[in-house]
């Protein structure tokens, strides 16, 4: 991975990641090279933490394991980038106490919403933490996957329990509280004021092939699940569904956002900074 902003290289593409990956480079790359403020929600290790760190942004991953902080702080700093990693412990339904409204440029919020006691709530401390124009990276549990799985490993009344249920939850042994369809889950982000701009399917097919299957033609898989992430009915049977969405920019935030641009602000020709290299 290349430790300068702008065209952002990232960590390689697998089957289980390489979908959210691409909807992140295209937003860094839109981004330039400008340093961005993440929010990583349930970031665990740094998965995704320290390859945005390595590519020059600041992150703070918020998270209630200390465990898995300290293997993040540990990795963050192996990799050279500890001084752009933060690790706040602090779980998902805490979240508006633990970030400033309006300060971050991009939050990643992976699956967090189905383990929280109100996903409602969380989202709309995502929402509120962004800037306007910022974005949101939301991965949950997809509920179709979940049913047909249990139904093809012979758990037939726990697939009708969580195909019947309003939440998706199999029952009180379930370890997830809630599992989305594409519906629910937009419009849980729509209701916190975002909107949603791309809706990708994660693992459509990964966790069903043999494993002989999938190891022995891993960039045939690779390609075959970036073709079938965006296109129902497909990307609704993935093991996870991927949201993408933004805080719009409204009439009175460019209003204030022209009024913060003094005359001493400006930059002038004569004042430009120089870059390296320039």
């Known amino acids: 991975m290349e430790q300068t902003r702008g065209r952002f290289t990232g960590p390689p593409l697998t089957p289980r990641t390489a979908v959210i990956w691409s909807v992140l480079r295209a937003e860094l790359d839109r981004r330039g090279d400008e ?96 800037r306007p124009g910022g974005a949101a990276s939301v991965l949950v549990a997809g509920r179709a996957a979940a049913v047909l799985g249990r ?8 697939a009708a329990t969580l195909a019947a249920d309003p939440c998706g939850s199999a029952g009180p042994r379930d370890t997830l509280r809630r599992r989305y369809d594409a519906d629910s889950a937009a419009a849980l982000l729509r209701a916190a004021g975002l909107t949603v701009e791309e809706i990708h399917g994660v693992r459509v097919l990964a966790d069903l092939l043999p494993a002989a299957v999938a190891d022995g033609q891993p960039a045939a898989l690779l390609e075959l699940e970036r073709a079938l992430a965006a296109q129902p009915p497909y990307r609704d049977l993935a093991a996870q569904l991927h949201l993408f969405a933004r805080r719009p920019v409204t009439p009175s935030d460019r209003a204030t956002r022209s009024d913060r641009v003094t005359s001493s602000d400006r930059v002038t020709p004569c004042d430009r900074p120089v870059r390296p290299g320039a």
């Open 35 to 130: 340093e961005l403020t993440v929010l990583d929600v349930g970031g665990g290790t740094g998965g995704f933490a320290v390859p945005l760190a390595h590519a020059g942004h600041r992150v703070t991953v918020v998270d209630a394991s200390p465990d898995a902080l300290a293997a993040l702080t540990r990795r963050a700093a192996e990799a050279g980038v500890g001084d752009r990693v933060r690790a706040v412990q602090g779980d998902g339904d805490a979240l508006a106490d633990l970030v400033e409204p309006a300060s971050v440029d991009l939050v990643l919020c992976h699956a967090v919403l189905e383990v929280v006691d109100d996903p409602t709530p969380v989202v709309t401390a995502l929402a509120t933490a962004l």
């Open 151 to 158: 139904a093809m490993n012979g758990h037939l009344t726990a």
